[in-house]
């Protein structure tokens, strides 16, 4: 045998030595090239496939070391008996998958309406960089010692200090736990409230909260949502111990409860004895109107625990979320001892401390308003010029994602069929129905729009234009 066809592509990700390589592994496994059967020359074989013959030499070398071929001196390559050898799964197919799927094993698209994630790019890099480099150079041995359980008090200050100017947030440094995310602070309230609670939350809702609660044994319920939040009367009708909610910007409905709603929500607590979770979800994106301040900040019965964080404005991998705990629940922590550690490390929580203190992250939230709300902008005008004979909007007043309501019979699961067809990844509001519930007959398609840039989300809407129209 002087020749091979053996497909090589130098433009790969994947190096022509390993290319050539599992061609080999695959013929021999699959029969085609059989026990004994000679193979070319490394000489020959590099001036085949236009290659060095080094490249072809580490091949060779490899298939020797795993037991495919074996080289006989003065004769030349030959393949190796392999027959009872158990091959597990096919390399080629397992090598191909993660080119379709990313690590959360979601299928990859050209153009991703996704639901968290920021703008591309919109990392402020040059300030972390400096900050990290100061916190590292100015500070002393304590840096790396075991940290405050509850989280450093200074962050907790500095977050103190920037829920009262922004959002209204009445709260001394003492009740703010700090915390890798919301689903750990969240597992960490569960523990501070008790056993056998019952929790309402709005449907649809935030998936993630509804199964931390689950997960911890809580009994769940759903309660009606209008154009202005939650149904307080059916809130009182379930007998819940804890309810849920996101008054700034519902996820996924988009809704900004009006102040009388909240009002009458902060009665049924004071009067049920109940608590008030306020996920302050995106709020300082806001599009139109003057921004209402924080459930927390109306609160007269020490009822309300405010949860905020700052994935969606710098960056999710930060991983740094704060929790505001009424009073008498942060002195039930405090009396039962041993409280869980901090998740978060003292140089993130340093570098997060100096960022809000020295005014880079009201600097980097302006810049962020501005790059979503040329976004926000651009869908608008396309759903008004463009879409408005086949749709409504909703959800346009803050946050970074709205809802497009289908009036031309088209239903959801086909919008979000003919889109991925075309490799667009697009949100049915199905998907985040919980407890078994379906959505309304309306066909109802969320749309995000942090992570795509102008370029990207001016063709995926011309796209989706053609598609649905």
């Known amino acids: 045998m002087n020749e091979l066809i053996i497909p090589v592509d130098a433009k790969a990700g994947t190096p022509l030595y390993q290319q050539i390589c599992e061609y080999f592994k695959q013929e ?6 059989t026990a004994g059967m000679r193979l070319p020359s490394s000489r020959a074989l590099a001036a085949s496939l236009s290659v060095s013959r080094s490249t072809v030499d580490l ?5 020797v070391s795993e037991g495919y071929i074996e080289s006989i001196p003065c004769k030349g390559y030959y393949v190796c ?13 397992r090598k191909a998958e993660p080119e379709k799927r990313d690590f959360q094993g979601k299928e990859r698209y050209r153009y991703d309406f996704a639901m968290n994630g920021i703008a591309p790019d ?10 990290s480099k100061q916190v590292l150079s100015h500070t002393g041995e304590e840096l790396f010692n075991l940290g405050n359980p509850y989280g450093e008090i200074s962050l907790r200050k500095a977050i103190a200090e920037y829920l009262y100017q922004a959002r209204g947030v009445h709260c001394t440094p003492e009740q703010i736990l700090v915390g890798a995310g919301n689903d750990y602070l969240l597992m960490l309230l569960c523990t501070i409230l008790g056993k056998n609670k019952k929790v309402a939350m709005e449907n649809p809702t935030y998936e993630s909260a509804w199964y931390d609660f689950r997960h911890m044994g809580y009994t769940m319920c759903t309660v009606g949502q209008d154009d202005q939040g939650i149904l307080v009367e059916d ?3 379930t007998k819940a111990e804890v309810v849920y ?9 988009g809704t900004v409860m009006p102040l009388k709603r909240r009002m009458e929500l902060l009665c049924w607590a004071s009067s049920s004895g109940s608590y008030i979770v306020e996920d302050d979800y995106d709020s300082e994106f806001r599009y139109r109107g003057k921004p209402i301040p924080a459930l927390q900040g109306f609160d007269q019965a020490d009822c309300v625990i405010y949860m905020g964080t700052f994935s969606k404005s710098i960056a999710p991998s930060i991983r740094i979320s704060y929790m505001v705990l009424p009073k008498r629940l942060m002195e039930r922590y405090q009396k039962a001892g041993h409280p869980f550690s901090v998740t978060v490390s003292k140089v993130d929580q340093k ?6 203190k020295d005014g880079h992250y009201e600097r980097h939230l302006n810049r962020m308003r501005s790059l979503y709300k040329s976004k926000h902008d651009r869908i608008l005008k396309w759903l008004k010029e463009d879409m408005g004979r086949v749709c409504t909007y909703s959800g346009e007043n803050a946050g970074i994602h709205l809802l497009i309501h289908f009036r031309n019979g088209l239903s959801e ?22 407890n078994g519930q379906v959505p309304p007959e309306e066909a109802t398609i969320l749309l995000g729009y942090a992570t795509l840039d102008e370029k990207d989300l001016q063709q995926a809407l011309q796209c989706l234009e053609e598609i649905w129209t």
């Open 28 to 33: 021999i496994q699959e029969g085609r090239l």
């Open 59 to 63: 091949s060779y070398g490899q298939l």
């Open 81 to 93: 008996q392999i027959e009872g050898i158990y091959f597990p799964v096919q390399e080629k197919e």
């Open 122 to 131: 919109s990392f402020p890099h040059n300030t972390w960089k400096k900050l």
């Open 235 to 237: 809130l009182e009708k």
């Open 245 to 253: 909610v996101m008054p700034s910007h519902q996820f996924p409905m």
């Open 351 to 356: 570098i997060v401390e100096l960022f809000l």
């Open 413 to 434: 699961q086909e919008a979000v069929k003919r889109a991925k067809e075309v490799g667009i990844r697009v949100y049915g509001l199905s998907e985040f129905m919980v």
